[in-house]
């Protein structure tokens, strides 16, 4: 988070607005009578989206019979976005996705996709800045959903560094973030043999 902060919320003279380097895509729209327990498209909802990580489609997965649009479905780099939630504080919460769900995948209704081709993104919606645009944006209030919408996430606009140091900056956090998921892995991998040492110990 520190390197993120160093990298993108210290002035620069470039500028990068999210309407021009990509696009949003609204989320899908179901019923209960969609639902299905197998065979369907896999939709993400706000408990998929892990803030600054991955998106979780391994848990907690609601599984539709429903047409979707070809840009309804998720590609490698999408950022998801919960777009409207009871609580305020979930909103504009997201996750990236990494590319490897099996299963045609999109999200729901209450969430959107930002897409682009400029990997840089995927650190953007995780500085403060965009924070405090999502705070800004919000709207509702009084029992009201807090909610955004796509132009919300189009128009914001972040100073970036110059092109070497801009991808010196994504190496480095795409590394880190590498790191991370190996040393996340160890550490499942580890939890398991004790419980199976500690099982051994006490038969």
């Known amino acids: 988070s520190a390197i993120i902060e160093k990298i993108f919320n210290e002035p620069h003279s470039n500028k990068i607005r999210l309407g021009d380097i990509g696009s949003y895509i609204r989320g899908l729209t179901y019923s209960n ?16 989206i892990i803030n600054g990580s991955s998106l979780d489609y391994q848990h907690n997965i609601v599984s539709v019979n429903k047409q979707i649009l070809t ?7 999408d950022i998801i976005i919960c777009m409207a939630n009871g609580s305020s504080s979930l909103v504009g919460k997201s996750s990236f996705y990494d590319g490897n769900c099996s299963i045609p995948i999109t999200v729901g209704a209450f969430c959107g996709i930002y897409r682009s081709k400029e990997p840089i993104v995927k ?21 009201a959903i807090a909610n955004l919408n796509g132009d919300d996430i189009l128009r914001m606009s972040f100073s970036i560094p110059d092109a070497p140091a801009k991808d ?4 480095l956090l795409t590394s880190l973030d590498t790191l991370l998921e190996s040393n996340l892995l160890l550490y499942g991998l580890y939890t398991k043999q004790k419980k199976y040492l500690l099982r051994q110990m006490f038969i």
């Open 33 to 48: 009578d969609d639902v299905v327990e197998q065979d369907g498209v896999f939709v993400m909802r706000s408990n998929n």
């Open 71 to 77: 840009e309804q479905q998720l590609q490698d780099g």
């Open 168 to 171: 010196n900056g994504v190496k």
């Open 123 to 143: 650190w953007l919606f995780q500085t403060s800045k965009y924070r405090r645009y999502i705070g800004n944006s919000l709207q509702g209030g009084n029992g």
